[in-house]
């Protein structure tokens, strides 16, 4: 999009377009005019419509397509989602996107006002960014597809990288490149004459205002959750149609639905590992049983990993270190392998639940705070005190546990991030500022906690995970790899509707004492398993800091890109510390040091790949 700029056109258009095809005979379409072009790959969900008012593409996968449809008062001959987008945006203008039920980008050029319109969904499923100036505007899916216009400098972003070694990945709106910028979701973004303008049209709120029983709010939920099920698969034939399945409460209560929503045994795909720490495998197969799902089982290795790993880094056009990418990846090829197209996810059911195993440390540190101020400050502290912090016993326990009850949050909520962990002045290189441009590390979730429309701490603490575990986490995790898989992923729990309900029930009813998810345990407790209610916390996870000190490819390939001169030349990181995290991963019986270098290992693979020999 240029205004009085360097003209549109179909060379660029073609150089973009084929950054982000995926798949070997992908096809493309695009326009181009001298004010705009567009282009888009081909795949189900995504199209590109033209009128002599308005351009539309989308990337969309919708539930209510047949409601919008009829509340139109016109419709071209024209079924794809792209024209219908438009047409919604002749009728209603902007305030058409309050309307859509599941996820999407969306552009929109108006040529009677010559102002372009981005806009991404409720929770960001469906990515966007762009790069503004006063005279052009370049945007597309992923940053790939900005840098091969060739009309933005590609230059690594020293703020996001900053970011990243604190939250190993990069949280919207930053991007891994200087001038390209993330569209938050929920949001829209306007540009006309060289302005742009961005507007909020929706928000995970919590009112609490749910009244009744527990049994009846848990009646309701599990009632609501069933609609999301419905709504997210009816489209969708049985053969199709398959389900993550790790074995916990959020994958178990789908595979439970859905099973319910189809009257028939769906099928359901889990991942195992060898290293029994991380095998949940006799879960996924007790709720297999349960539902009378067919189950299908992979076990993935390090030399499974190994093999994976250079796509992964491929993939993602920024550092990502959410190692979970992998078995998600490999969960998605066995689905592919047999017919299978469509998948559902539990993502979003820990975050608006309260099922993350920090809420119930936060609940822990609470209680101290519940106690009277007086008690608090007049004589526990001062006694407590009087042990060093360091301390072995359980007067240096308790004085920790004071302090870190004492600290306000976000920080106590993040104090396990890597630079807060760690001090930032052993980590971080010469190239990477010390703090992230606003003299404080956490300003991001810190802007997040302050802008919650929550009254509840646990509220406030679920919102940010909302943003930016699921926003720029599980979610880019889940959905790039599906796109590299050639799978649909749908969320019915992320499904806006179930979403402000949830932000209804009291937060005491979702973390209720030390208990998580303390309502929809409530709500699936005649759904689900005894032993998966009664479960640990689990997922995806992968034992990756454990093949990174055992298996010989692992460790030689850590080794080979962490000692190398040329990694440290770049000032990201300190090699001292990369150094003594080796000799104490040597030292340690568990995974965590492994843990601590995986996010350097892909920062530094991200770089070679992506900067040092282009983007695609």
Known sequence: MTKDGQPADLLTMDAMTSALVMHVGQGKQRIAEPEIAFGVTSKDTVSIWSSPEVVATCDADLYNQAELRAGLKSMPNDGSLSCLLGQLYLEYGEKFLTELRGVFAISIWDRRSKILILATDRFGVKPLSYSATPTMIVFASQARGILASGRVKKAVSAVALVNYLNFTVVPAPLSAFEGITKLSPATYLVWKEGRTHIQQYWDMKYPEDATGTTKHLATELLERMEETVRVTSSDVPLPRLGCFLSGGTDSSSVVGLLTRVKKNPVTSLSIGFAEERFNELQYAEIAAKHFGSQLVISRLGPEDAFGILPKIVALYDEPFANSSVIPTYHCQMLARERGIDVMLAGD?????????????????????????????????????????????????????????????????????????HFSAQTIL?????????????????????????????????????????????????????????????????????????????????????????????????????????????????????????????????????????RTYQRGYFQRDFIEKTFTAMDQDETPYYGDILWPFLMLELWHRHHVDRGVA
């Not at 975050?351 to 101020?373: A, C, D, S």
């Not at 009850?405 to 807060?420: A, K």
């Not at 029930?505 to 032993?531: M, S």
């Open 348 to 420: 979003g059911g820990d975050e608006l639940f309260g099922g993350n195993e920090r809420y119930q440390t936060q609940q822990v540190y609470e209680l101290y705070k519940k106690l009277p101020e007086l008690f608090r400050h007049g004589l526990v502290e001062p006694i407590v005190s009087q042990f060093p912090i360091d301390s072995p016993g359980i007067g240096g326990k308790l004085r920790r546990y004071i302090q870190t009850s004492n600290t306000p949050n976000p920080e106590r909520y993040f104090r396990w991030s890597m630079l807060q």
């Open 429 to 565: 290189g010469s190239a990477l500022p010390f703090s992230n441009g606003h003299s404080d590390l956490l300003s991001i979730p810190r802007a997040h906690y302050h802008a919650a429309p929550a009254n509840s701490e646990m509220n406030r603490l679920l919102y940010i995970d909302v943003k930016m575990t699921l926003g720029d986490n599980d979610l880019p995790k889940v959905m790039r790899a599906a796109e590299l898989a050639g799978i649909n992923v749908r969320f019915p729990y992320m499904d806006h509707t179930l979403a402000e309900f949830s932000g209804r029930i009291p937060a005491n009813l979702k973390v209720k004492g030390l208990e998580k998810r303390y309502l929809f345990k409530q709500a699936t407790r005649d759904l689900l398993p005894k032993a998966i209610l009664q479960k640990k916390k689990h997922g995806f996870g992968l034992p990756i800091g454990m093949w990174l000190k055992t298996d010989p490819k692992m460790r030689a390939m850590a080794e080979d890109v962490l000692h190398d001169p």
